[in-house]
């Protein structure tokens, strides 16, 4: 069954334009047929064709399941790359993989300072149905990094090349438990926004021997986590 998104969904429905181009010329779908939608808030329905043209696909519809958030709750806080085409992979990777947030960051090193929330937001769109979850990630506004860390939740960990003690991720992780994890830009967190982080009671880890990307990194941290959450 195809999978659409909806904002807002209703016992009737109207998708928009360019959903109703892709069922009517890609589906070809008939009235009477019937799509999968989320308001990616946790609920299915079950939508089926009312009537159908080039211009409108009218849906009824009706809740098939609720789905509770899932949990334990991560927030990926990350420094978006001077690629836009890098950062929109990670976005859609890391909806596949599964989050519940996404901060960007403006850190001293960031090399581009370029927020599209709105073009950032349909990549996770198009995630969301590709990979057919019913939460959608909630893909906060940009901020700089000392507004983040300096009131950010309790458990935390950031992510850095500088030398020094660190714990993998993996180890780090308290299984059943909220957190949040911090990934720099191309260059890294400098040593004065490490310092602040940890200040602020945030542990330093790493994701391994290797030098990762920036979009890269991020990925690791998400698999980490959820694999420690098996232990």
Not at 39 to 44: A, F, H, P, R
Not at 103 to 116: A, D, G, I, N
Not at 177 to 201: C, R, V, Y
Not at 205 to 210: A, P, T, Y
Request: net charge negative; glycine share 6%.
């Amino acid at each position: 069954m195809r999978f659409f998104y909806a904002a807002v969904v209703q016992d009737s429905h109207v998708l928009d334009a360019d959903e109703t181009k892709h069922v009517a010329r890609v589906l070809r779908a008939n009235a009477g047929d019937s799509v999968a939608l989320t308001d990616g808030s946790g609920k299915l329905y079950e939508g089926v064709i009312v009537s159908l043209d080039k211009r409108q696909c009218v849906l009824k519809t009706r809740l098939l399941e609720t789905f509770p958030a899932p949990t334990p709750n991560l927030t990926l806080v990350i420094a978006p790359t001077k690629s836009t085409d890098r950062f929109e992979w990670l976005l859609e990777k890391a909806m596949e993989m599964g989050v519940n947030t996404i901060q960007p960051v403006w850190t001293e090193r960031s090399e581009r300072k370029l927020e599209k929330a709105d073009r950032w937001k349909r990549v996770l769109v198009s995630a969301l149905k590709q990979s057919q979850q019913a939460w959608l990630v909630d893909l906060r506004p940009a901020c700089t990094w000392e507004s983040w860390v300096t009131d950010a939740p309790g458990n935390g960990f950031i992510a850095h090349c500088e030398p020094g003690e660190k714990r993998h991720l993996f180890q780090s992780v308290v299984p059943g438990q909220d957190a949040w994890i911090a990934i720099g830009p191309e260059g890294d967190f400098t040593p004065s926004e490490i310092e602040l982080a940890l200040s602020q009671g945030a542990a330093a880890v790493s994701l391994g021997e290797h030098r990762l990307r920036t979009e890269t990194a991020g990925l690791a941290a998400i698999q980490a986590f959820h694999l420690a959450q098996l232990r």
